[in-house]
């Protein structure tokens, strides 16, 4: 019975000189086998092997989140900066008046907390880390159907299948 590789339904039949290979079940008789590959040469090791480069490979859309993250990220730091600066100077020169300030905050502090609503707010990471954790659920989600996914690029295209 090869079905926890190979996915087929019925159990195959074997005979003398048949190859047979490990992770698959013997219903009946007795097997005398020479070993061929063990270990890292073994099919289930390069299945693992395979699951493990797929979930590692970048997909497209992880490469445009990486360079809109390269660019993006040092903008999003020099605005939450200026939001920082913008505020303290306008809470200090008095243009803002003080007690329209939420009840207790000092001006430092709403200034910080509005530099650090930008950056919550504006930051990809949420892509940046969205695109490689898709990838590593779906091609994980596969091979517990026995479907194996090469990596990101097939994960996808497999939509135009």
């Known amino acids: 019975d090869e079905s926890a590789l190979t996915g087929e339904p019925l159990p195959v039949a074997k005979g003398p000189g048949d190859k047979v290979v490990g992770a698959t079940t013997n219903h009946g008789g007795s097997l005398r086998v020479r070993l061929q590959g063990v270990g890292e040469k073994s099919v289930m090791a390069q299945i693992v092997k395979l699951v493990e ?26 605005a939450s900066l ?25 001006p430092f502090d709403f200034s910080l907390m509005s530099a650090v609503s930008v950056l919550v707010v504006a930051c990809p990471c949420a892509l940046g880390l ?7 659920v779906g091609t994980g989600v596969g091979a517990r159907h026995g479907i194996l996914i090469k990596g990101g690029r097939a994960l996808e295209t497999a939509h135009l299948v």
């Open 130 to 136: 969205a695109a490689p954790t898709a990838v590593m």
């Open 82 to 106: 200026l939001t920082f600066a913008a505020w303290l100077a306008t809470l200090a020169t008095g243009a803002f008046p003080l007690d329209r300030l939420p009840h207790g905050r000092r």
């Open 53 to 78: 480069e797929a979930q590692s490979s970048k997909a497209p859309v992880q490469e445009l989140a990486d360079r809109i993250s390269g660019a993006f990220v040092p903008i999003v730091v020099v």
